[in-house]
């Protein structure tokens, strides 16, 4: 994620790059597309600090996933300790369990990455 603030390297460039690295072994991993969906979705709003609003290729859902969740952590910031709990919240308290949205939006969220009001 800092190669996009540092560099200036383009979010969809830096996803594949990074997951690359962190998943050498193993190429379905590095396309994960839920995880991928989710960070695009926060960088294409402006969600993401030092990452230019833009239009980054996503799953609408998973996008609308990543956005509700940034949503309740601004009014509960302790869902980042609780992956699960936060996901129920994001689904309106359904049982099902998350795909790596929830990963990159606590992982942003815990790195001080995530906008917390309209300002940079």
Same mark, same amino acid.
């Given at each position: 994620m800092r190669r996009v603030v540092a560099?200036?390297?383009?979010p969809e460039s830096t996803w594949a790059e990074v997951?690359?690295? !962190?998943?050498? #072994?193993?190429? $379905? @991993?590095?396309? *994960?597309?839920?995880?991928?969906s989710t960070f695009l979705g926060l960088c294409s709003e402006g969600f993401v600090i030092g990452v230019p609003a833009g239009n980054y290729e996503c799953s609408?859902?998973?996008?609308?996933?990543?956005?509700?969740?940034?949503?309740?952590?601004?009014?509960?910031?302790? !869902?980042?300790? #609780?992956?699960? $709990? @936060?996901?129920? *919240?994001?689904?309106?308290?359904?049982?099902?369990?998350?795909?790596?949205?929830?990963?990159?939006?606590?992982t942003l969220f815990r790195a001080d990455l995530i906008k917390l009001d309209d300002e940079e």
């Open positions: 560099d200036g390297v383009n997951a690359a690295e !962190l998943y050498s #072994d193993s190429p $379905a @991993l590095q396309m *994960h597309g839920s995880a991928c609408l859902r998973d996008k609308n996933f990543g956005l509700e969740a940034v949503r309740l952590l601004r009014e509960e910031p302790s !869902l980042v300790f #609780d992956q699960d $709990a @936060l996901w129920r *919240h994001v689904l309106g308290g359904r049982v099902v369990r998350h795909n790596a949205q929830m990963d990159v939006v606590c």
